[in-house]
């Protein structure tokens, strides 16, 4: 099986979760398109009725072109229910998101949500996080920040793309990272850091999708 089917194996599970009425927050990356894809699918075929928040630019663009009603985030102060992918998760539930550029905005959201469901493929599953973190900087900072990101121990190497807030993304290689907990704690308070992609407590549901079918796991 392709890792594409078990995504939308996971997605199509977790949209079944969404009612009537939810506005729901819609995450960043190839995983949250299949949801997206399929919750507009489920507003055109069952006349499923809800709005949508995105977490990127280009994802409130594939909501409106899947016939999802959008709002401005910029307005709300709470979501009902947050459905988003991960580039890796751990058995504690603590994840690393960010690929895709949009992790400050998704922060923001799953935060904002009461609660929030993580879709991903088996893949994704980890002993232990150890990919790249990505950051989100502000560019007068940048160089501030790498000489910080170094001396934790970190590797910081910047995209060319920027953020949809136009600030610099930077990937850190911590090697795996034993303390997810203390680690978020000192970025959190490094000044120009605006936002990491270590996602600790916001997850509530994971399902996972594989050649055999989705698991469900709950905190």
């Known amino acids: 099986m392709m890792i594409g089917d078990s995504k939308k194996k996971a997605a199509e599970a977790a949209i079944a979760e ?5 506005l729901v927050g819609l995450g960043t990356g ?9 919750l507009g699918r489920r507003i055109r075929e069952e006349g499923l009725r809800i709005t949508a928040a995105g ?7 594939a909501a409106r072109a899947a016939g999802i ?15 988003d992918g ?3 998760i751990d058995p504690a539930f603590r994840a690393i998101k960010g690929g895709g550029g949009a992790m400050l905005r998704e922060k923001i959201v799953a935060s904002a949500a009461r609660r929030m469901i993580c879709i991903v493929d088996a ?31 970190g590797e910081p190497v910047a995209r060319p793309t920027l953020s949809d807030q136009h600030n610099l993304l930077i990937d850190c290689d911590f090697g795996p990272i034993g303390d997810p907990q203390a680690l978020a ?7 120009g850091l605006l936002g990491h992609g270590l996602f600790l407590s916001e997850i509530d549901t994971i399902y996972v999708g594989d050649e055999a079918g989705v698991e469900r796991h709950e905190r």
């Open 18 to 22: 969404v009612t009537d009425d939810m």
């Open 185 to 191: 704690r000192i970025l959190d308070m490094i000044p």
């Open 123 to 153: 893949s994704k599953q980890v002993p232990q996080l150890i990919r790249p973190l990505p950051i989100e900087v502000l560019p007068f900072a940048h160089a501030f920040v790498a000489r910080e990101i170094r001396a934790l121990g």
């Open 30 to 38: 190839s995983t949250a398109a299949f949801a997206i894809a399929g």
């Open 55 to 61: 977490t990127s630019l280009a994802t409130e663009a």
């Open 69 to 83: 009603p959008v709002l401005a985030f910029d307005d709300l102060a709470a979501v009902d229910l947050c459905i």
């Open 86 to 88: 991960a580039d890796e």
